[in-house]
């Protein structure tokens, strides 16, 4: 079993749906809680980082973490095309070592 | 301010033939990482550098494997020999410190025939 679950997809959604990503994970010594975005041919690049459990908003997006069910979640309100991607959830321990899920694709249809 | 600069962007090379990658960090990023990015996967760890140090190569194939980090700077990434199953993007990431944000390049993309 991997340590940071995430489904695959793709997930099909049209322009101005809000967007549900998800993952879990086994490993209760994970402090850190990422989401990268990677666009097709280029690096991931950060979206969102969190430490403690709840709610985190940055615009269009909203990370949250519940470390009770060991699962986070990525919210995209207003979804446009340009959010088409591959979403990547990311933990970390005191260590700091990055610990990446598989992603979901995402396409935002016109 | 200029990213991580990784070249070559795309490499094909036959199998048992050896590659190297190189990588510039951003200005003043003490810490720099290897990953290796499997096609449908999320990146894996293959080596972590402290200035110049190597403080996490657990994950480093370290008999075809080796890397390096000249003056805490640039760093350079080789396989010899290079098998099928290395085909893959390797991606070169920096941070200011070990637990900061990871600022990532664009990778290289091998190709081994």
Known sequence: ?110 | EAGVVQSPRYKIIEKKQPVAFWCNPISGHNTLYWYLQNLGQGPELLIRYENEEAVDDSQLPKDRFSAERLKGVDSTLKIQPAELGDSAVYLCASSLQGYGEQFFGPGTRLTVL
């Open chain 1, 1 to 110: 079993q991997k340590e940071v679950e995430q489904d695959p997809g793709p997930l099909s959604v049209p322009e101005g749906a809000i967007v549900s990503l998800n993952c879990t994970y086994s490993n209760s010594a994970f402090q850190y809680f990422m989401w990268y975005r990677q666009y097709s041919r280029k690096g991931p690049e950060l979206l969102m980082y969190t430490y403690s459990s709840g709610n985190k908003e940055d615009g269009r997006f909203t990370a949250q973490v519940d470390k009770s069910s060991k699962y986070i979640s990525l919210f995209i309100r207003d979804s446009q095309p340009s959010d088409s991607a591959t979403y990547l959830c990311a933990m970390m321990d005191s260590s700091y070592k990055l610990i990446f899920g598989s992603g979901t694709r995402l396409l935002v249809r016109p």
